[in-house]
């Protein structure tokens, strides 16, 4: 899922600077040596990275709004350097060796300068330097270990944080406090753990939308997100259990992350009260746990699941009960031997259009007759029948289901 829009338009800008010089169709501004100034997707940008320059060129386009420095010996931003960009929207200053000292205070100050990259430096605190009006910092790959209390004030305006490969060990109580219209807070691949952020973190920023916090060493998840919170992802974390009625104060989630984790079980009413939940992603977990008919209570509005390459054993009749939206669903890879019809009865999952059942030790015999009848004549399509073979009984053993007939499973 995409973390922030505006910051995947800035990156879609950035790669095209590759093809300038064999796409003569942009509109090119009178530009200085050795940057490349053109127009796309309607921003008017200046290209001046990895050009070996030692100061900020005189004589970049009045009317540029994205501008890149990117990977260049020059030591520092003063004032005055770019204070003849009063369009400027976009500034790239990743890869430049920089830290605290770096940006001048009141250089950036501009009317409309709000996006600030500052990712590939060696920051180890979140800069002061920065204009007040900020929506959005990106400072991935820095060296960032603790954010403090005070970090974000004077940031009231950012909506957008990325902060991903760092080596962020702990957050402070109020960190974001200050920042009161954060809307997507991306802090993948740190060191956070359960002790590294103290309770209620994130309970302020009323504005809250995304969350991204994979691979981490997270065992629980976050208590008390704000109700605003619509995707969260846990991805490559530890987590192994998620309780009963854990994601309540987040009624308005749509996505759920959580594949390749240690997730082990998934407490009856875990998700109880996310009625606008979409997407449930365990994929390649441990799931070992029963799947009753109130694991996944409340979920009427799933569309996708995937439970796929996990150890899940047994399913209850019921346990699909709430899936009146769910159109995927991915269960292949588990340890399932047999089914009751029940369990995929059409009056819990209407909607269901694909079934991935395959690679799961299925006992090919009369118990199991009715699912191998749906490959032919269900309403929904159970894909890669090829791929779907039987454990046992040892006549069919090994055998695939586009091979086998209904009329071979049978019993004793």
């Keep these: 899922m995409a973390f922030c829009y505006r910051m995947m338009m800035l990156r879609l800008i950035l790669l095209t600077s590759i093809l300038y010089s064999v796409n003569a169709a942009y509109k ?19 290209y001046c990275n990895n050009t070996g320059i030692t100061s900020v060129p005189q004589g970049i386009p009045e009317n540029t709004q994205l501008l890149d420095l990117s990977a260049n010996p020059i030591p520092y931003i003063k004032v005055g350097a770019i204070n003849n960009l009063p369009n400027l929207q976009y500034i790239v200053l990743n ?15 501009l009317p409309n300068l709000t996006d600030i990259d500052l990712a590939l430096n060696a920051y180890t605190t979140i800069p002061k330097s920065l204009p007040k009006k900020m929506t959005s910092l990106m400072m991935n790959d820095n060296q960032i270990k ?13 909506q957008s944080l990325l902060i991903d490969f760092n080596k962020l060990n702990k957050i402070e109580a109020g960190t974001f406090t200050p920042a009161v219209a954060l809307q997507e807070l991306s802090i993948r691949f740190n060191k956070l753990t359960d002790d590294s952020i103290p309770r209620g973190l994130l309970s302020k920023n009323l504005n809250l939308t995304q969350l991204e916090m994979r691979f981490n060493n997270f065992e629980h ?27 309540q104060t987040t009624p308005n989630l749509t996505s759920f992350e959580a594949w390749q984790g240690q997730m082990t079980t998934l407490q009856d009413n875990a998700f109880y009260g996310l009625h606008k939940l979409t997407l449930l992603d365990f994929m390649q977990n441990k799931i070992s746990s029963v799947l009753t008919k109130d694991t996944f209570n409340g979920l009427t509005g799933l569309q996708t699941l ?8 047994k399913i209850e009749p019921g346990a699909f009960r709430s899936f ?16 009751e019809p029940e369990v995929l009865d059409v009056k819990y999952i209407p909607k269901l259009s694909e079934l991935y059942i395959d690679t799961n030790p299925w006992y090919c015999d009369c118990h199991l007759r009715w ?26 053993a090994g055998k695939a289901w586009d091979v086998l007939q209904p009329s071979d499973f049978v019993c004793p």
């Design 28 to 46: 090119r501004d009178p530009c200085p040596s050795p940057c490349r100034c053109y127009e796309f997707l309607g921003v008017q940008s200046a």
């Design 95 to 109: 890869n430049m060796g920089y830290h605290e000292d770096s940006i001048e205070f009141g250089s950036l100050e």
């Design 146 to 158: 603790v954010l403090k209390a005070d970090s974000f004030n004077g940031y009231p305006n950012l």
């Design 221 to 247: 998840v976050i208590p008390d997100l704000p109700a605003s919170v619509q995707y969260v992802d846990y991805v490559g974390n530890h987590i192994t259990e998620l309780p009963a009625y854990s994601l």
């Design 306 to 313: 995937y439970l796929d390459s996990n150890n899940i054993s």
């Design 324 to 339: 009146k939206s769910l159109s995927s669903m991915w269960l292949q890879a588990n340890q399932l031997t047999v089914l």
């Design 371 to 396: 699912l191998r009848e749906k490959v032919n004549n269900a309403s929904y399509v159970i894909q890669d029948p090829h791929l779907i073979t039987c454990a046992g009984p040892a006549k069919v």
